[in-house]
């Protein structure tokens, strides 16, 4: 039971461009969402979060856009740079359950310079 | 401020044997999760401690494997007479506490099993 999902395994996006990914959750007690970036044989770095009590949270070339009527979440970078080619885990957990972090599975970003 | 340490980076260890991981939160940190990351798939939950107590162990195989974050000293994550299905990443995060508050992860020990 996937309760998180992210339904594009892969994206390839031009240097300077807008890169949109994308994340859905079926489990309407989430209320606290992440998104990580992963390099490989590293660990996750997180890049923004947001609660469910907004609809988009911003940090730098970083917007996330929550949807909860949709369930769906939305990261966006603009510009993307070479240095963005990764894979961006979705997270989401239900804050008064000790915010245990459920886990999409990841999308890999790669920006063309 | 160092980040969350883990160690050992790589493990090896033969079926049947045992593998014992470290993480060190960062500083000020005394919340600590675990999350294991089989080959080619997401980070799955596995344990959530506090000093001296293990808050939610929903996410660990019932049997093999053991967590603990002792008062003094790093959190360990114990797995007993390790099957090849073991190999896999396992991953450490720490917060400040529970909350709006984002964990930080370490670099991830990476278990093979032989």
């Known amino acids: 039971d996937q309760q998180v999902k992210q339904n594009s395994p892969s994206l390839s996006v031009q240097e300077g461009r807008i890169s949109i990914l994308n994340c859905d959750y079926t489990?309407?007690?989430?209320?606290?969402f992440l998104w990580y970036k992963k390099y490989p044989a590293e660990g996750p770095t997180f890049l923004i979060s947001?609660?469910?009590?907004?609809d988009k949270n911003e940090d730098g070339r970083f917007t996330v856009f929550l949807n909860k009527s949709a369930k769906h979440l939305s990261l966006h970078i603009v510009p993307s740079q070479p240095g963005d080619s990764a894979v961006y885990f979705c997270?989401?957990?239900?804050?008064?359950?000790?915010?245990?972090?459920?886990f999409g599975g990841g999308t890999r970003v790669l920006v063309k310079p | 401020n160092a980040g969350v340490m883990q160690n050992p980076r790589h493990l090896v260890r033969r079926r049947g044997q045992e593998a014992r991981l470290r993480c060190s939160p960062m500083?000020?940190?005394?919340?600590v999760y675990w999350y294991r990351q089989l080959p080619e798939e997401g980070l799955k939950f596995m344990v959530y401690?506090?000093?001296?107590?293990?808050?939610?162990e929903s996410g660990m195989p019932k049997e093999r494997f053991s967590a603990e974050f002792p008062k003094e000293g790093p959190s360990i994550l114990r797995i007993q007479q390790v099957v090849r299905g073991d190999s896999a990443a396992y991953f450490c995060?720490?917060?400040?506490?529970?909350?709006?508050?984002?964990?930080?992860f370490g670099p991830g020990t990476r278990l093979t099993v032989t």
């Open positions: 997270a989401a957990s239900v804050v008064a359950a000790g915010n245990k972090l459920t």
């Open positions: 401690l506090q000093k001296e107590n293990i808050i939610d």
């Open positions: 947001i609660s469910s009590i907004k």
């Open positions: 995060a720490s917060s400040t506490g529970t909350g709006l508050y984002e964990q930080y």
């Open positions: 489990n309407s007690m989430f209320d606290y």
């Open positions: 500083k000020g940190h005394s919340h």
